[in-house]
């Protein structure tokens, strides 16, 4: 009876993702600014590639500057009719005023705020500290806060889009994440309750969550501690099935598609729930 259960939500699953009603010329000339545009395990690089070539211009902000060159240089040959950077680290609680003003400065407005970045426990700190947790709660959640209220007028005048990216860990809670966890569902409860806010006072601003798989392992165990993800998702594929979220204005968005059906098991069926766990997550006890 699980069996088919499980293949019957595949097959609806696969239907609905089958519907697609993307036109990349919506992106054309649409003014974006993308947080984690380098150095975040490809997926940010990747988006901003394929914003350039679908013709947007964009605002480009991470914290490693030599990257964030190399990255606009490849938008510009990409075709991208305007592409700024500003460097930026979100551990500070001053960076997101500096970095919204600068995108609308010299874009003027904006149309998509694309919320990619992320940060693992940096060297030195305990993975369960105090320490490691506020600052993983500010890069990974109070950062997307502060971008999100800046943005947010602008936002609103051009009926623009929320993208906000997140993981595997923000839906679903594994062993030895616990700091990182709690960040990533933050995220989707304050985007959860501020669509509904948006809704009722009647503001039409879109906001996408998308859900991937985790990144590549060596930011993650640097990250997480522990968790480890034993296939990479494809940087491209991801990132353009996030653009695609975006422009269609799709609430929820799952790359690889197989994550939703994870989040639906939570809580019920947990030896379907198990096996899928093993076979996205490898899981390995790390001393913090």
């Not at 088919?4 to 600014?33: C, H, I, K, M, T």
Request: proline residues 5%; glycine residues 8%.
């Amino acid at each position: 009876m699980k069996v088919l259960l499980l293949a019957g939500l595949g097959a609806l699953f696969s239907a609905y993702y089958w519907d697609d009603n993307f036109e990349p010329a919506r992106l054309q000339g649409a003014r974006v600014l993308l947080t984690g545009a380098a150095g975040d395990a490809g997926v940010g690089e990747e988006l901003a590639y394929h914003y350039a070539r679908l013709g947007s211009h964009l605002v480009l902000s991470a914290q490693a500057e030599a990257l964030l060159q190399k990255v606009v240089g490849n938008c510009r040959k990409l075709g991208a009719p305007k592409v700024f950077y500003i460097a930026a680290d979100m551990a500070s609680p001053e960076a997101p005023e500096r970095v919204v003003q600068f995108a609308l400065d010299k874009l003027g407005g904006l149309d998509y705020l694309v919320l990619n970045h992320l940060g693992g426990i940096p060297a030195g700190m305990r993975a369960r500290s105090a320490q490691a947790t506020h600052w993983l709660v500010q890069v990974n959640f109070l950062s997307y806060v502060q971008l999100t209220k800046l943005a947010l007028p602008s936002l609103t005048d051009s009926k623009g889009s929320l993208v906000v990216v997140s993981t595997l860990l923000g839906r679903v809670p594994v062993s030895f994440s616990t700091p990182y966890s709690a960040a990533k569902f933050a995220l989707d409860s304050f985007f959860g309750s501020l669509r509904r806010e948006l809704d009722v006072q009647d503001v039409n601003v879109a906001i996408t969550m998308c859900v991937l798989g985790l990144r590549d392992p060596a930011s993650t165990v640097e990250g997480v501690r522990g968790v480890r993800r034993a296939k990479a998702a494809p940087g491209p594929k991801a990132a353009l099935a996030v653009i695609r979220g975006g422009a269609t204005r799709a609430s929820c968005v799952f790359y690889p598609w197989r994550l939703h059906l994870l989040c639906l098991l939570r809580g019920w069926l947990p030896h379907p729930r198990a096996w899928f766990i093993r076979q996205d997550l490898n899981i390995s006890a790390v001393a913090a």
